[in-house]
């Protein structure tokens, strides 16, 4: 064999050796992937693909009767709960874990993924729907007042305690009675904010409060759960009128604005319940009647009405 001829046959292996290599670098193995990725597939999951391949998931509640709250013995229930429940089971979710959380800490979390949807009987506000999707009302209600037995102060409606030069209110944070108050005339200084509900009906046990409010099932509930005989409920309270409109809040489970598909299934599996009469049964043990039913208002159409 001649010199030029071994010398031709390096030069054609060490060619063929960079073309493997090249080829090797283009499609096989890439150490800076995602695994998963190699062949172009987008293997990312919806949060409702994720939840049903995991067989649970994760709510985030904010101990407040009768909407989402914990038992002595550690269960979760609640309307809200128990509506959802029913509706993830119908959508072979087997499993709900909470996440106990303040109220006005509740969007937060949802938005930073410490679990993945709210069912706290949140009220659907325009505010609230630029941060999170709300699924469709799963009822609506009014608003309920508890006072010291007597009634001493003589308050039936937020505008009387706007009136009374001392008359103080006690609510858990982040609620929308927040505004009510405020917009009824209620200064702020005599608007104390508490952690959630126990802790508003304490407020007034201990005399730093005349009054605490919510929703009147939510009143009732936490009055009910006291089984205090110094205090009472205003059962002729007079509902607000805000912007000439009488209030009137609807309550939804909330998901983040990228699940879309999660809640739209949540949405048809709540309006088979309301159809059937299932949902009314759902919701009749915690205090709501046939008057809290939502009457298939949509989520958008609640909140045009708020």
């Known amino acids: 064999m001649s010199k030029f001829s071994l010398w031709t ?9 960079f073309g493997l290599l090249a080829l090797a670098g283009c499609g096989g193995t890439d ?20 939840v049903k391949a995991q067989g649970y998931v994760t709510v985030g509640f904010a101990n407040e009767k009768p909407y989402a709250y914990q038992t002595p013995e550690g269960e979760l229930t609640g309307e809200a709960v128990e509506v959802a429940r029913v509706i993830l089971k119908n959508l072979g979710i087997e499993e709900m874990r909470g996440e ?11 938005q930073a993924k410490r679990f993945d949807m709210i069912t706290a009987g949140m009220y659907i506000t325009p505010d609230r729907a630029k941060e999170v999707a709300f699924a469709n009302p799963e009822y609506t209600i009014g608003e309920g007042l508890g006072v010291k037995k007597g009634n001493p102060l003589d308050l039936h409606s937020y505008e009387d305690i706007a009136k009374h030069e001392t008359a103080i209110v006690a609510i858990p944070s982040g609620v929308i009675e927040y ?3 405020t917009a009824c005339g209620v200064p702020e200084d005599r608007i104390i904010t508490v952690p959630d509900i126990t802790s508003a009906l304490a ?18 509930a936490t009055l009910e759960t006291a089984n205090d005989s110094s205090l009472e409920r205003v059962m002729d309270f007079q509902q607000p009128v805000i912007d ?19 809640r739209e299934a949540f949405n048809a599996e709540l309006k088979n319940l309301e159809e059937s009469g299932e949902l009314l049964k759902i919701i009749e043990p915690f205090g709501f009647t046939e008057q809290e039913l939502p009457g298939g208002i949509t989520a958008e159409e609640a909140e045009e009405m708020v």
């Open 203 to 220: 407020a007034v046990q201990a005399g730093r409060a005349d009054a605490f409010t919510a929703t009147g099932p939510a009143v009732q």
């Open 100 to 110: 106990l959380t303040e109220f006005g800490a509740l969007i937060p979390g949802l």
């Open 9 to 17: 046959k390096t030069i054609l292996v060490g060619v063929l050796c």
């Open 31 to 50: 150490t800076n992937s995602e695994p998963g990725t190699e062949t172009g597939e987008d293997t990312a999951q919806t949060t409702l693909e994720k």
């Open 179 to 181: 505004d009510y108050l």
């Open 244 to 262: 000439g409109k009488n209030v009137k809040g609807f309550g939804a489970t909330a998901f983040r604005k990228d699940d879309n598909d999660f």
